[in-house]
């Protein structure tokens, strides 16, 4: 509150200021709450980690282990990890229960207006989980399995993500955990991407191919949760449904899903 007195934030409730007066005013009052994040122990450290909440969806659920994951080179200790949520829930920038951080709409907005570097946060993201070995489907994380293609996107990596989507490993990894649905609603994300920016790829066509296939194997797909299953019916089904279509990726999709089989 002092902080907010020094400002003259005051003016908040004057009735002589028109709205978009008062809409400054709040900006500016939520901007000093996180500026003073830098006088806490966590000194300057604890006001850009808030701003790495800028990556996540608006209203999302942010599981507290992902939030581990992402901090973990900034924080040693998730004692320290578990103080600064804490302290986002105290200064009310930040909600922290049951297992989970979220932000208040207004707050998601001002991020996304003040933090221009928005890619190079959701690469940080994705390099903090990439594995080793570079094969995505080998991440266990559902947090990451539901949402890597708003990271991907993110991150300006849209071709990569697209060239993921024809990787049978990483479609079964989809499939366990998100349905069919969860593959289509990526590929029909990644399609609208192909109208804008990448038509002159061949990915186009070869994603609206595939979107069409998982789709009519949907039915067969729901019963599809065995992991240990390496003949699992969405080999069975890219089989015998991409037979007759064309493109490198389709025929590399294909003949994965092929020595899954033999």
């Not at 649905?181 to 990526?186: K, P």
């Amino acid at each position: 509150l002092k902080s907010l007195r020094e400002k003259q934030l005051n003016l908040l409730e004057n009735p002589n200021f028109g709205d978009q007066s008062q809409h400054k005013t709040i900006d500016k009052a939520l901007s000093i709450s996180i500026e003073y994040l830098a006088e806490s122990e966590f000194g300057d450290a604890a006001r850009p980690a808030y701003y790495d909440l800028v990556i996540f969806r608006n209203g999302a659920q942010i599981p507290l282990w992902v939030i581990r994951q992402l901090f973990k080179d900034t924080f040693k200790e998730s004692a320290s990890i578990d103080d600064l949520l804490s302290l986002w829930q105290k200064r009310s920038i930040a909600y922290y229960q049951k297992e989970c951080v979220s932000l208040h709409d207004l707050f998601f907005d001002l991020l996304q207006g003040k933090i221009d570097d928005k890619a190079s946060r959701h690469d940080r993201f994705l390099s903090v989980y990439e594995p080793e070995s570079g094969k995505w489907h080998q991440i266990e994380d559902p947090y990451f399995i539901r949402n890597a293609a708003h990271h991907f996107i993110g991150a300006g990596r849209i071709e990569e993500y697209m060239a993921l989507q024809f990787d049978l490993d990483w479609l079964t990894t989809k499939l366990l955990e998100t349905g069919s649905q969860g593959i289509l609603d990526d590929l029909e994300t990644l399609i609208s991407k192909c109208v804008t920016a990448h038509e002159k790829t061949s990915f186009g066509d070869e994603l609206r191919v595939l979107s069409d296939i998982i789709r009519l194997c949907d039915p067969a797909l729901r019963g599809d949760t065995d992991k240990s299953n390496t003949k699992s019916q969405l080999g069975i089904q890219l089989i015998a449904r991409l037979y007759g279509k064309f493109g490198p990726r389709i025929t590399k999709l294909r003949d994965a899903a092929h020595i899954r089989l033999t």
